[in-house]
């Protein structure tokens, strides 16, 4: 899964962007707490980062 993809679900759920810091991306909800760090290469993000980001935003 590419980091386009990772922010388009976000984008779906109603996260939206905050702050770039270096090569990440922050992303804050209107009703949920916290924020969801996406780190913004190229290619493919491990399975393992994935799935903790989208734990991470309440989606799994």
């Known amino acids: ?8 679900i976000l984008k779906a759920d ?3 962007f905050v702050t770039a810091k270096g090569s990440h991306n922050q992303y804050k909800h ?6 969801v760090t996406v ?6 993000i491990p399975i393992g980062t994935v799935k903790a980001i989208l734990k991470q935003a309440g989606l799994k």
């Open 14 to 16: 109603g996260w939206y």
């Open 39 to 44: 780190s913004n290469h190229k290619g493919d």
């Open 30 to 35: 209107t009703v949920k707490s916290g924020k």
């Open 1 to 8: 899964m590419t980091v386009k993809e990772i922010e388009k």
